[in-house]
């Protein structure tokens, strides 16, 4: 199983992006769906998170600027950033629960895309 993250990039404050992760491989089912991010420094912090049914939680730091989403159709997770603050200035990884089989699951992690919010 593969995870290929792309859209992150520079932008200046109050700005938008949009990342994409896409999982390809030996896939049974999909389950949930995490954005993290790590700055300089800090350590890893979890971002967002979409269950298979849907449901979605966030970070008090980007709730109301950030929303995740997913495709099914596509293993797809993406996450809309608008508002863009220089603190939101990290590599973003995403992070899925991979069902192989009926039994069988384990997460897997993007490679990570850097986003750089210029003040």
């Known amino acids: 199983v593969q995870l290929v993250e792309s859209g992150g990039g520079l932008v200046q404050a109050g700005g938008s992006l949009r990342l994409s992760c896409a999982a390809s491989?030996?896939?049974?089912?999909?389950?949930?769906m995490r954005w993290y991010r790590q700055a300089p420094g800090k350590q890893r912090e979890l971002v967002a998170v979409?269950?298979?049914?849907?449901?979605?939680n966030y970070a008090d730091s980007v709730r109301g600027r950030f929303t995740i989403s997913r495709d099914n159709a596509k293993n797809t997770v993406y996450l809309q950033m608008d508002s863009l603050k220089p603190e939101d200035t990290a590599v973003y990884y995403c992070?899925?629960?991979?069902?192989?089989?009926?039994?069988?699951?384990?997460?897997?992690w993007g490679q990570g895309t850097q986003v750089t919010v210029s003040s």
């Open positions: 992070n899925v629960d991979v069902h192989t089989g009926v039994i069988f699951s384990r997460d897997y």
């Open positions: 979409i269950t298979s049914g849907g449901s979605t």
């Open positions: 491989g030996s896939i049974f089912r999909i389950g949930a």
